[in-house]
């Protein structure tokens, strides 16, 4: 143990270090070494500490899932399938009032079961969605709020990169926080739909309905109302096998049939023979894997030093005394954790989601479960208002994917996407809500599962 002046120290370098631009991987590894050595005061210590901690990580056959499902995401981005899905669900909702919005909702729901990450949705979407939208008379703030909003579910809906992460620090059961993601996640797309039918019912102009629509958009409207030109069944198949591939996997995952990581190589291999019968080119797939590579690389990089700084927190009692700072302060466990989650809106207005796991789930992980809340709730919890900073100014970083994805806007600010989002913010925020005070949302699944499994 150490003095706390030299836990303030280790606390403002790394806070210094990440804010300054240094990339947290290196933020977390520099902060981390510094520790030991204050400890130790030795420098073989230091390498010795960090060798056994990056080998005794990389060992570890769950930093495969990572890699795996975004490659599954990749092969079914790259052959079409996303389009393919959005159209057959507007086709299905075309009776419905705001049905286009709707559509991007369960599409990006959909979506998020194969990618498990938010800013490929709002790439996708941005450009498969917001031009529809456009054409049948949307108003520009509520489709990119829409297509901003609900990409969110990428982070929610398993297989989630943040499930992972949160996942492997805090040792968890990836698989029970992909299946406690499932009905959380069904209740902010219940939500997000309840909240389009209400516009649309209330201000129709805005959703391409009403006599208030310029003649031209009318025009287009009643042009496309039938639908897109491709072939229904072509779609139709394109859609179940995704559904199916869906089922497979986290139904494999759910009823104990094999782990996430194996589920993720099974999700791959059939995520690629969908995208070869769709007729996915060598190129394709070659530009699939390197671009899952660039991506995922850093991630274990990321976890590897993320891993280290939580056991230094550890030793150097930093996550201890936190726990006895709190429990003793005489706080209602509601109040502290409402005050994680504000640093948790805090932080998410100015750094990566991923980030902010990395730099606060080692110390509010164990503090939670001190407070006497689920392991599991909390998570979803936490990855829910961790995933409200992706809407949030002015970091926003899928506010800014959508709107580097719109290109053919003119005069398109940020702030004009951070106003059609806020509705959305909201809804997470109640999402929230309903999760501290009813946790058997979170947890019913997962414990259901054990149940069917063990029998």
């Known amino acids: 143990m150490f003095e706390p002046t030299q836990m303030i120290v280790l606390v403002g370098v790394l806070l210094a270090l990440v804010f300054s631009g240094i990339h947290i991987a290196v933020s977390l590894g520099i902060t981390s070494m510094l520790g030991i050595y204050l400890m130790t005061e030795q420098l073989d210590t230091v390498l010795s500490f960090a060798s056994n901690t990056a080998y005794e990580a990389l060992r570890d056959y769950v930093f495969a899932v990572i890699p795996l499902f975004m490659l599954m995401g990749e092969f079914l981005a790259k052959c079409g399938a996303a389009s393919d899905l959005f159209t057959l669900i507007n086709r299905l909702t075309r009776r419905l009032p705001g049905r286009l919005g709707i559509a991007t909702v369960l599409a990006n729901a959909v979506f998020a079961f194969v990618t498990g990450v938010s800013i490929a949705a709002a790439a996708a979407f941005s450009k498969i969605a917001y031009p529809e939208m456009r054409k049948h008379g949307y108003e520009r703030k509520f489709s990119l709020g829409c297509i901003a909003g609900s990409a969110c579910l990428g982070m929610l809906i398993p297989p989630s990169v943040l499930m992972i992460v949160w996942g492997v620090l805090t040792e968890l059961a990836i698989g029970k926080l992909f299946i406690a993601g499932i009905i959380p996640g069904f209740i902010v797309v219940t939500l997000y739909i309840a909240y389009i039918l209400w516009v649309a019912y209330r201000e129709p102009h805005r959703?391409?309905?009403?006599?208030?629509?310029?003649?031209?958009?009318?025009?287009?409207?009643?042009t496309h109302a039938g639908g897109e030109d491709k072939d229904l069944k072509t779609i139709f198949m394109s859609t179940?096998?995704?559904?199916?591939?869906?089922?497979?996997?986290?139904?494999?995952?759910?009823?104990?049939?094999?782990?996430?990581?194996?589920?993720?190589?099974?999700?791959?291999?059939?995520?690629?023979?969908?995208a070869l019968?769709?007729?996915?080119?060598?190129?394709?797939?070659?530009d699939a894997i390197l671009s899952v590579g660039k991506t995922s690389a850093p991630l274990l990089l990321l976890l590897v030093t993320a891993q280290l700084y939580s056991r230094v927190l550890s030793m150097t009692g930093v996550t201890g005394a936190t726990k006895e700072f709190f429990l003793g302060s005489g706080l209602s466990p509601y109040v502290i954790l409402a005050l994680m989650i504000l640093v948790w809106f805090i932080l998410g207005c100015i750094i990566d989601s991923i980030s902010i796991i990395l730099l606060t789930v080692p110390v509010f992980g164990p503090l939670a479960v001190a407070l006497g809340f689920d392991p599991i709730a909390f998570a979803i919890i936490g990855i829910i208002a961790i995933e409200t900073g992706l809407l949030t100014p002015p970091f926003g970083i899928l506010v800014f994917t959508v709107k580097a994805a719109v290109t053919d806007e003119k005069n398109l600010s940020t702030g004009e996407i951070f106003k059609g989002s806020i509705p959305y913010w909201i809804m997470l925020l109640i999402a929230i809500?309903?999760?501290?005070?009813?946790?058997?949302?979170?947890?019913?699944?997962?414990?259901?599962?054990?149940a069917v499994s063990v029998s």
Do not use: C, S
């Open 277 to 286: 019968l769709r007729g996915m080119k060598m190129d394709e797939m070659r």
């Open 207 to 222: 959703v391409g309905e009403g006599e208030h629509l310029p003649q031209a958009q009318q025009l287009a409207r009643a």
């Open 433 to 450: 809500l309903a999760l501290v005070f009813y946790p058997q949302v979170a947890t019913w699944l997962p414990n259901l599962g054990n």
């Open 240 to 274: 179940v096998g995704i559904l199916i591939l869906v089922m497979l996997v986290l139904g494999g995952i759910w009823l104990g049939v094999f782990t996430p990581t194996e589920g993720a190589g099974v999700g791959a291999t059939l995520a690629l023979v969908l």
